[in-house]
C-alpha cells in the first residue's frame, strides 16, 4: 500500500494533469454534444406536446361539431314525432267523429225504416177504411 502512496506523491504533477484533461475533455463533450442533444430533445418534446394539443384541439371542435349535428337531427326527430302525433290525433278524432255519425245515421235510419213500416201499416188501412165493402 506504501508502494502505491509513494507511487501517486511521485506522479501527483502528471496525474493532476491528465485528470485535468479528462475533466476538460468531459467538459466539452458535455456542452458540445449533451447539452445540444438534451435541448434537441426537449425542443422535439415540445413539438410533440404542441402538435398532441392542436390534434386535440381539433378533435374537440370536431365532437362540438358533431354533438350540434346530432342535437340538430335529434330535434327534427323529435319535430317530426310531434307533427306525426298531431297528425294522428286529428285522424283519429275525424275517425271518431264519423263512428259517432254513422252511429246516429243508422239510429236515424232505423227510425226511418219504422216511420216507413208505419206510414204502410196507415196506408193499408186507410185504403182498406176507403174500399166500398163487397
Do not use: H
Request: aromatic share 8%.
Amino acid at each position: 500500500m506504501r508502494k502505491i502512496w509513494r507511487w501517486t506523491q511521485d506522479n501527483a504533477g502528471p496525474i493532476t494533469v491528465t485528470l485535468a484533461v479528462l475533466g476538460g475533455f468531459a467538459a466539452i463533450i458535455q456542452f458540445s454534444v449533451v447539452r445540444p442533444m438534451q435541448q434537441g430533445f426537449t425542443a422535439v418534446n415540445q413539438r410533440i406536446d404542441d402538435q398532441i394539443r392542436y390534434i386535440d384541439q381539433r378533435f374537440d371542435a370536431q365532437d362540438r361539431s358533431i354533438n350540434q349535428r346530432f342535437d340538430a337531427v335529434n330535434q327534427r326527430f323529435d319535430d317530426q314525432d310531434r307533427s306525426i302525433n298531431q297528425r294522428f290525433d286529428a285522424q283519429d278524432r275525424r275517425i271518431e267523429d264519423l263512428v259517432r255519425d254513422v252511429s246516429e245515421l243508422r239510429k236515424l235510419n232505423d227510425r226511418v225504416i219504422r216511420n216507413e213500416t208505419r206510414i204502410d201499416i196507415l196506408i193499408e188501412q186507410l185504403q182498406t177504411a176507403d174500399a166500398p165493402s163487397p
